[in-house]
């Protein structure tokens, strides 16, 4: 497997295409396409990170016949405005927004640290194929989703390891399977590899497996 941090000093590869669109409130995001297809999956980066961490498994989710999309929350990376955690929701809506505009009809949120708990945020109030969150806390800052997870009926999938942040994420995981009121499904994998880093490394295999066997169950 390849370290996520391998890919940005080459750009994102794979024949992708630049994105950008514009949030609810005004912020410029940008990003890049990978793929064709009707089926689309947003790939939303964890905290001190960007979309580059996402660009091998965009290459990934590509060769399966997927459409990916990666971008920068607003304050990171390439997209416009302030770093504002807790409105990150509106980001992700705006990504799905997009990714309808270029007749997209199936959308799957996956999304790292706090881009998962904006997924399922953003979930609550959208129609998706399903929900993938990796190392993902229950609040982050002024983004709270103890209350959301009940409106997301879609399916949903938990990924964490076990040693992460001395177990948090991993607890995080039986959290939210506990908050689940529909399809729901988690894994804990060995090692403390978070949000990202899970793609990689020795937990790489696994969790892909994980992420591309749930993608056929549920969206093909």
């Not at 009926?153 to 506990?178: C, H, M, W």
């Amino acid at each position: 497997m390849i370290p996520g941090g391998c890919s940005s000093s080459i750009g994102p590869g794979g024949n992708a295409e630049p994105a950008s669109f514009d949030t609810q409130d005004g912020v410029g995001l940008s990003g890049y396409l990978f793929g064709t297809g009707d089926t689309g999956i947003i790939l939303s980066h964890m905290e001190e990170s960007d979309q580059k961490s996402w660009w091998p498994f965009a290459r990934v989710l590509r060769d399966k016949g997927y459409i990916a999309l990666s971008y920068d929350f607003r304050g990171h990376g390439e997209s416009g405005g302030s770093s504002n955690i807790d409105v990150l929701n509106l980001d992700v809506q705006a990504a799905v927004n997009y990714l309808k505009e270029q007749d997209v009809s199936r959308v799957v949120l996956i999304g790292a640290g706090m881009g998962g708990t904006a997924s399922v945020k953003a979930a609550a109030n959208l129609n998706t194929e399903g929900v993938i969150v990796l190392s993902a806390p229950p609040i982050v800052e002024g983004l709270d989703i103890l209350d959301d997870l009940e409106y997301v009926i879609e399916p949903k999938l938990f990924i964490a390891a076990k040693g992460d942040t001395n177990g948090f994420y991993a607890r995080s995981v039986d959290l939210f399977l506990q908050t689940s009121l529909q399809s729901a499904e988690g894994h804990k994998v060995a090692g403390m590899s978070h949000g990202t880093d899970l793609l990689y490394y020795e937990s790489g295999p696994r969790v892909q497996g994980f992420i591309i066997d749930f993608l056929m169950r549920h969206v093909d």
